[in-house]
């Protein structure tokens, strides 16, 4: 609001099969009452904070639906990316957004800031292994994800992350909240193992 420059920015990307839309009212009352957002005038208000919200393109998976997608996956009861182009699309994708972002800020990329919900929480943090110490980006927020892989399909994450940890990068925060009971993106066989390739347990 206001139309000057923004305090800080953050580039949200939503969850499989979802919208952007979403997290703006009419849509995030209906889908997802009481959801905190600190981009809208409420309790968590925060001022000075633009939100990007961008929509996956749809893609038609393996199994017969079309869906809004980051990437394509390898099966319906699997979270590693099956077609290798639709993740560099959005990877070519994000990385112009980051750009653009970085440019309203006036180049302080320190303001910019990456996240996401399951899918896109993944798919936001490999891009932000990309695009993080590239820019020096202020960090990552992300909810029900994972740590991208080589092994999970996402080709250069595993150095990317190392290279992240041993890097300047390193003192900026990454917050990854996921739930220990979750049936689609588990703990224990993905995300546990994943922090722990990350050095983050």
């Not at 990007?52 to 394509?72: D, F, I």
């Not at 180049?107 to 910019?112: E, F, I, P, T, V």
């Not at 292994?129 to 927020?141: D, N, S």
């Amino acid at each position: 609001e206001g139309g000057g420059r923004p305090a800080c920015t953050l580039l949200y990307l939503h969850a499989f099969g979802r919208c952007g839309a979403e997290y703006l009212p009419p849509l995030l009352e209906r889908l997802s009452p009481g959801f905190p957002a600190p981009w809208l005038r409420s309790g968590d208000f925060a001022p000075g904070l633009r939100v990007v919200l961008p929509t996956a393109r749809r893609l038609r998976l393996p199994w017969g639906p079309v869906e809004t997608s980051w990437h394509g996956y390898v099966s319906p009861d699997s979270n590693d990316v099956g077609d290798p182009e639709t993740l560099e699309e959005t990877r070519r994708r994000l990385a112009r957004v980051v750009r653009e972002e970085v440019e309203l800020l006036g180049g302080r990329a320190d303001r910019l800031f990456l996240g996401g919900l399951s899918q896109g929480c993944t798919a936001a943090l490999d891009v932000y292994l990309r695009e993080g110490p590239r820019w020096g980006l202020g960090g990552f927020v992300g909810s029900v994800g994972f740590f991208p892989s080589d092994g999970a399909g996402f080709a250069g994450a595993s150095r990317l992350t190392r290279e992240l940890a041993a890097g300047a990068q390193a003192g900026r925060p990454v917050w990854l909240q996921s739930a220990l009971d979750d049936p689609w993106v588990p703990w224990e066989g993905l995300v546990g193992p994943s922090l722990e390739r990350a050095g983050a347990l």
